[in-house]
């Protein structure tokens, strides 16, 4: 997978919250990167590109949260080829930093500190370390660097490179079919009470040929389908007004009542097996891990919609 690809695709999730805090943003990629003769697989890493692109949003969105307004974001992507060729993504920010005695735990689950300067943001256990076991997954290692409270913070992942040529060809390939992949007829309903995420989707769906209606609650959505019928649903699992299973069977019904056909993709930041198994069984088509990879959803709509049609 392209890790240019991943990182940009992360950038453009929080993009609207680096404008709304009017955070200076700066995104520095290695010249061998940029230079056009370099090789395709100089940012090719093996892995899945879901689970990685989770590990990105998970890093700039603390990065963004936890930096005040007018602060700096910069992501760095460099090669190290010293270091058995591996890929390194640099996320550092000059927000509230870390505490000296906290750094050794940052990466523990729900853990949180306590001063008073971290007291009004919610603690950013959970993902770093649903960051730190995606990574070290891909063979990568993930460290963070801070010189204390007020200084900022730094958050290194390391992944191992591709170094087969041959796979030159069919990941030119696989990069031209994901640009070709068209949506266009599609209407789809995005229910996500992430302005952030909705956004993304309804620019990121509608730049392929979709229609999109994208509301923040099980209310609204319930609202919607009263009045129209999408294509195709995209239903975050945790929802502030009701959970995403309360929506899927209000669904599920309604196929029943009208003899119509709604695919479903769960969208839900834990990314566990349990969690998978039980949208699959309350009545999901899909189910994606968020930040979820463009292609990947994008695949799964164009299938879906494909296979409600009868023509799979």
Do not use: C
């Not at 969690?275 to 009545?283: D, K, V």
């Amino acid at each position: 997978m392209n890790l240019v690809d991943i990182i940009t695709a992360a950038v453009d999730v929080v993009r609207p919250r680096i404008d709304a805090k009017q955070l200076r943003f700066e995104l520095l990629l290695d010249t061998a990167i940029q230079s056009p003769k370099s090789e395709v697989l100089n940012i090719l890493v093996w892995g899945d590109a879901e689970r990685l692109q989770q590990v990105m949003w998970n890093l700039l969105s603390n990065a963004v949260k936890f930096t005040p307004e007018g602060g700096q974001v910069t992501v760095q992507l460099e090669r190290r080829e010293q270091e058995a060729s591996l890929a390194q993504i640099t996320v550092a920010d000059t927000g509230i930093g870390i505490r000296a005695d906290f750094l050794p735990y940052v990466f523990d689950l729900f853990r949180q500190a306590d001063s008073t300067s971290t007291r009004s943001y919610k603690g950013l256990g959970l993902g770093l370390e649903i960051a730190r076991y995606f990574v070290e997954q891909h063979d990568g290692i993930i460290e963070a660097e801070s010189p204390g409270e007020g200084q900022g913070a730094t958050f290194i992942v390391q992944l191992p490179l591709i170094q087969n040529r041959d796979l030159r060809a069919s990941s030119s390939q696989l990069t031209q079919d994901q640009r070709e992949v068209d949506l266009t007829g599609i209407l789809i309903l995005v229910v996500d009470d992430d302005a952030d995420v909705r956004s993304w989707l309804n620019t990121m769906l509608q730049s392929r040929g979709a229609e999109v209606i994208a509301v923040d609650s099980v209310a609204a959505a319930i609202h919607t389908l009263e009045h129209s019928t999408p294509n195709l649903l995209i239903n975050d699992i945790a929802l502030a007004d009701a959970d995403g299973y309360v929506l899927i069977g209000y669904i599920k019904e309604l196929e029943t009542r009208n003899g119509i056909q709604i695919p479903a993709i769960a969208l839900t930041a834990y990314a566990t097996e349990e969690a998978q198994e039980a949208a699959i069984a309350a009545g999901f088509a899909r189910y994606l891990a968020k930040p979820v990879a463009t292609i990947a959803l994008i695949t799964a709509i164009a299938s879906l919609h494909t296979e409600s049609k009868g023509i799979a």
